[in-house]
């Protein structure tokens, strides 16, 4: 049987807050739209002159916009799906989006959720808590329970509750793989509603997503000072902090992660630790692939030329893991 990690022991016995005044003034209850699909083709288009916007054929499609999965307050928290008319292969996909725990939105991936749905998968992007609203875990929390109500409601979707794969662009690739692998983790559990359901998944596919805040790659130990977009979803500077950063650290649990799929740009930063945890999940034989787009920007999944193999590398990879 495996050892809980240290993390997360350590975690349930104490409180996570320390000595260090908590940042509070990311919290401004405003959802912030500054990264948004539209405005970073602008920004790429610059230096990457040839990248055109994706075009998805959705006349075999179903497509379910607005659905309420999780409530808290008045607060609802909606998600998107897409699942093919015919011929579905049972695998649901969450998709995460990205920007930085505290922007982006549900919509940045729907063209990869029809894309994939055209090749037979149920897609579901949630939105989650950003960090102007809530501290992690909040989010994660949030994402289990779009896990939970997907396991609920899989008849309606043609979802096998057996075959559920977390992904996720840049802080969104963080969470799922957080996420992902710590599946029926008490510390990342929120216990309010549907007990009883795992939210444990049987794939991650991290897209660009850090999966440490605390190794010698991240950029967060270049300056543990520094009140940047992690800091504001943490509530505290890596030096103020240090045991929260490894708690929020995908590679920390990495001896509990299920298969995964890294696909990364060629922004070296987005891949602190990677390499480490694909040594913990080669010495567990547990399926792992790696693919990176040479010369690419952290945004490529969203545009072509790097859109049309994304799809491929994802819907090969689920292909080996649930052989298919």
Same mark, same amino acid.
């Given at each position: 049987?495996?050892?809980?990690?240290?993390?997360?022991?350590?975690?349930?016995?104490?409180?996570?807050? #320390?000595?260090?005044?908590?940042?509070?003034?990311?919290?401004?209850?405003?959802?912030?739209?500054?990264?948004?699909?539209?405005?970073?083709?602008?920004?790429?288009?610059? !230096?990457?002159?040839?990248?055109?916007?994706?075009?998805?054929?959705?006349?075999?499609?179903?497509?379910?916009?607005?659905?309420?999965?999780?409530?808290?307050?008045?607060?609802?928290?909606?998600?998107?799906?897409? !699942?093919?008319?015919? =011929?579905?292969?049972?695998?649901?996909?969450?998709?995460?989006?990205?920007?930085?725990?505290?922007?982006?939105?549900?919509?940045?991936?729907?063209?990869?959720?029809?894309?994939?749905?055209?090749?037979?998968?149920?897609?579901?992007?949630?939105? !989650?808590?950003?960090?102007?609203?809530?501290?992690?875990?909040?989010?994660? +929390?949030?994402?289990?329970?779009?896990?939970?109500?997907?396991?609920?409601?899989?008849?309606?979707?043609?979802?096998?509750?057996?075959?559920?794969?977390?992904?996720?662009?840049?802080?969104?690739? =963080?969470?799922?793989?957080?996420?992902? #692998?710590?599946?029926?983790?008490?510390?990342?559990? *929120?216990?309010?509603?549907?007990?009883?359901?795992?939210?444990?998944? =049987?794939?991650?596919?991290?897209?660009?997503?850090?999966?440490?805040?605390?190794?010698?790659?991240?950029?967060?130990?270049?300056?543990?000072?520094?009140?940047?977009?992690?800091?504001?979803?943490?509530?505290?500077?890596?030096?103020?902090?240090?045991?929260?950063?490894?708690?929020?650290?995908?590679?920390?649990?990495?001896?509990?992660?299920?298969?995964?799929?890294?696909?990364?740009?060629?922004?070296?930063?987005?891949?602190?630790?990677?390499?480490?945890?694909?040594?913990?999940?080669?010495?567990?034989?547990?399926?792992?692939?790696?693919?990176?787009?040479? *010369?690419?920007?952290?945004?490529?999944?969203?545009?072509?030329?790097?859109?049309?193999?994304?799809?491929?590398?994802?819907?090969?990879?689920?292909?080996?893991? +649930?052989?298919?």
């Amino acid at each position: 049987m495996m050892k809980m990690p240290f993390f997360i022991f350590f975690g349930m016995m104490i409180n996570l807050s #320390c000595c260090f005044a908590q940042i509070t003034t990311g919290l401004t209850g405003i959802r912030d739209t500054s990264f948004n699909n539209p405005a970073a083709f602008l920004k790429e288009k610059k !230096y990457h002159p040839g990248i055109e916007m994706p075009v998805i054929d959705v006349s075999g499609l179903t497509q379910k916009m607005e659905l309420t999965y999780y409530k808290i307050g008045k607060r609802k928290l909606k998600l998107d799906a897409f !699942y093919p008319k015919k =011929q579905s292969n049972g695998i649901a996909i969450v998709i995460i989006h990205g920007g930085g725990w505290r922007s982006g939105n549900r919509t940045q991936h729907h063209d990869l959720a029809r894309a994939l749905s055209n090749k037979g998968y149920t897609c579901f992007t949630p939105e !989650y808590r950003l960090s102007t609203e809530a501290y992690f875990p909040a989010a994660i +929390f949030d994402i289990k329970e779009a896990i939970k109500w997907i396991k609920v409601h899989a008849k309606d979707f043609n979802v096998d509750s057996s075959k559920l794969v977390v992904a996720g662009f840049s802080a969104g690739g =963080q969470m799922a793989a957080l996420a992902g #692998c710590t599946g029926d983790m008490p510390a990342f559990e *929120n216990y309010d509603q549907k007990k009883g359901i795992s939210t444990k998944v =049987q794939a991650i596919i991290d897209i660009d997503g850090t999966t440490s805040f605390v190794h010698a790659e991240s950029s967060e130990q270049k300056n543990p000072s520094a009140e940047g977009a992690s800091a504001y979803w943490l509530g505290y500077t890596p030096r103020d902090n240090p045991l929260l950063w490894a708690t929020a650290s995908p590679l920390s649990y990495a001896a509990f992660s299920p298969p995964v799929l890294f696909l990364n740009s060629s922004v070296e930063r987005m891949h602190a630790g990677r390499d480490d945890y694909m040594k913990i999940l080669q010495e567990r034989n547990v399926l792992n692939r790696v693919y990176t787009f040479e *010369n690419s920007p952290h945004s490529f999944c969203l545009f072509e030329p790097w859109f049309t193999p994304t799809v491929k590398y994802i819907d090969d990879f689920l292909k080996i893991n +649930f052989s298919l």
